[in-house]
């Protein structure tokens, strides 16, 4: 299976950018690089996914590396509703596209 | 739009039963997601369904199953609950099985098998 590699745990303070690593060395041309996340007590949540190009949306932007082997969740504000469990996927159509989470990053933000 | 709907939220069994969850999905979604999610292994793919069709596996035990139907609501079934299968199983739906296409994932059901 696709595997990426995210830090356990990072930390942040409200208000301040904060930038989520995601290493992903084995990832092929046809991978989709998706990031879910997931509040305390609640199911997963879609914030951003790209191909080869960074993307913006009104959660986050996603930056890729030229080679595509890691990526870069970027939330420009954190605020204290961002704190969650943040999943780097790779959705792979040799494995049929299904999400396959590893352990994520516990992001933990201060006021 | 409503989002996507699992009952029950919560259940407990007994070790040998078997338990049938149910999901809904976004009125207009065709594919039809469930992982199971514990402690230990984190978030597991279980199977995809897309208009009635299992469209991709899992590595789990044949005890899990599932199903869909022509209105896109899908069950899940575990036959011969062992304490192992206590988890919360999520759904999640989306529009089609286009890998570009984002889930929407339900709250969940926990089951606990005692």
């Known amino acids: 299976d696709a595997k990426t590699t995210q830090p356990n745990s990072m930390e942040s303070n409200e208000e301040e950018p904060v930038h989520l690593p995601c290493n992903h060395s084995t990832i092929s041309g046809t991978d989709y690089i998706h990031w879910y996340r997931q509040l305390p007590s609640q199911g997963p949540e879609y914030v951003i996914h790209?191909?080869?190009s960074n993307v913006n949306n009104r959660m986050a932007s996603l930056a890729i590396a030229e080679d595509r082997k890691s990526s870069t969740l970027i939330l420009h504000r954190a605020t204290l509703r961002d704190a969650a469990v943040y999943y780097c996927?790779?959705?792979?159509?040799?494995?049929?596209?299904?999400?396959?989470f590893g352990q994520g990053t516990e992001l933990s933000v201060k006021p | 739009k409503a989002g996507v709907t699992q009952t029950p939220r919560y259940l407990i069994k007994t070790r040998g039963q078997q338990v049938t969850l149910s999901c809904s999905p976004i009125?207009?979604?065709?594919?039809v997601s469930w992982y199971q999610q514990t402690p230990g292994q984190g978030l597991q793919f279980l199977f995809e369904?897309?208009?009635?069709?299992?469209?991709n596996k899992g590595n789990f035990p044949g005890r899990f199953s599932g199903r869909q139907f022509s209105n896109s609501r899908s069950e899940m079934n575990v036959s011969t609950l062992e304490l192992g299968d206590s988890a919360l199983y999520l759904c999640?739906?989306?529009?089609?099985?286009?890998?570009?296409?984002?889930?929407?994932f339900g709250p969940g059901t926990r089951l606990t098998v005692l």
């Open positions: 996927i790779l959705r792979a159509p040799i494995q049929g596209g299904k999400l396959i």
């Open positions: 790209g191909l080869t």
């Open positions: 999640a739906s989306s529009l089609n099985s286009d890998f570009s296409n984002e889930q929407f």
């Open positions: 009125s207009g979604h065709r594919s």
């Open positions: 369904y897309f208009s009635e069709t299992q469209r």
